[in-house]
């Protein structure tokens, strides 16, 4: 009887067994990501659901398991918690459109004028708040609009103050932070327009801002969705702006914190406001046909 080889022995490596089953190759792909998506984020979430219907018992404020609506409720008939809901939502809105509009002129320049160190330049300057931490960049926009800042120190003279802490100085924090989710995508967008499409509508009679509106804007449709996305789920859930910058503007996110540990379902009730309305955001959005070209 004659031994086996070497090569008939050794065990088969990994890769070859995973090559004829494509099913393996597949589960040993996806079990890592789907364990993290199931397993803790949709899970975290589920249960957080299940909290909201909780209650809070008023003596000892130990959360005791139940089930009542009226936290959800409450969002509505409590004053502050609607007006706070409402003033987030226009928040979100307002930093969308603004970078937005930042985003498309700076684009064109950027993609179809600007040389190229400038568009480096440019690059970089877009890029730099991602460079720093959350907190650095907050504090930094504390700074310049406080009594003693940037703005009063330069202006002040001229009688030009800062507006105080508050929703307009909050709008503007938080473009600074997300304004890079938009310009991105949008310059991307740009890039890929071709210039015949710009030298087609010169000929045709078309002066720039038409050109821009019925030309480059429809093209740049996806582009735009894309970053709203971004610029607005993260306003929608931010609250850190609102404390260092808002003054006494109550936001989403201040009243999930102010209730997590004194009324945990609460709490629990309010986070489901900005995820049903980002659901319903991307359903508009979807509906549209726009999220399909992303």
């Known amino acids: 009887m004659s031994t086996p080889s070497f090569r008939e022995t050794r065990p088969?490596?990994?890769?070859?067994?995973?090559?004829?089953?494509?099913?393996?190759?597949?589960?040993?792909?996806?079990?890592?990501?789907?364990?993290?998506?199931?397993?803790v984020y949709i899970?975290?979430?589920?249960?957080?659901l299940i909290t909201a219907f909780?209650?809070?018992?008023?003596?000892?404020?130990?959360?005791?398991?139940?089930?009542?609506l009226k936290h959800f409720t409450s969002i509505v008939t409590v004053p502050a918690y609607l007006s706070a809901a409402l003033r987030t939502l226009g928040i979100a809105l307002a930093?969308?459109?603004?970078?937005a509009v930042l985003a498309v002129p700076l684009a064109i320049y950027m993609a179809k004028i600007a040389r190229p160190w400038q568009r480096a330049a440019l690059a970089v300057m877009i890029t730099l708040p991602l460079w720093?931490?959350?907190?650095?960049k907050i504090l930094s926009v504390r700074i310049v609009f406080s009594d003693g800042g940037f703005i009063n120190s330069?202006?002040?003279?001229?009688?030009?103050?800062?507006?105080?802490?508050g929703v307009f100085v909050t709008i503007i924090a938080l473009v600074y932070l997300w304004f890079p989710y938009m310009a991105i995508p949008v310059y991307t967008a740009v890039s890929q327009v071709s210039n015949n499409l710009f030298?087609?509508?010169?000929?045709?009679g078309a002066r720039g801002m038409r050109t821009i509106f019925t030309v480059v804007i429809p093209l740049l449709k996806p582009a735009l969705i894309a970053g709203s996305i971004f610029t607005f789920s993260l306003s929608l859930g931010d609250y850190l702006a609102a404390k260092f910058v808002g003054g006494?503007?109550?936001?989403?996110?201040?009243?999930?914190?102010?209730?997590?540990?004194?009324?945990?379902?609460?709490?629990?009730?309010?986070?489901?406001?900005?995820?049903?309305?980002?659901?319903?955001?991307?359903l508009v959005v979807r509906k549209s046909g726009a999220i399909e070209n992303i």
């Open 43 to 48: 899970l975290a979430i589920i249960l957080m």
């Open 154 to 165: 330069v202006f002040g003279p001229l009688g030009i103050h800062s507006p105080g802490y």
């Open 248 to 282: 006494s503007t109550q936001m989403i996110g201040t009243i999930i914190a102010s209730n997590i540990n004194l009324n945990p379902p609460v709490a629990a009730a309010f986070s489901v406001v900005p995820i049903v309305i980002v659901v319903v955001y991307l």
């Open 54 to 68: 909780w209650e809070t018992d008023p003596f000892t404020s130990k959360v005791k398991p139940g089930f009542t």
């Open 95 to 99: 930093v969308t459109a603004i970078c």
């Open 199 to 204: 030298d087609a509508s010169a000929d045709l």
């Open 132 to 136: 720093a931490g959350y907190l650095v």
């Open 12 to 39: 088969k490596p990994i890769s070859s067994a995973l090559h004829r089953h494509p099913k393996g190759r597949l589960a040993a792909l996806l079990t890592l990501p789907m364990v993290w998506l199931v397993g």
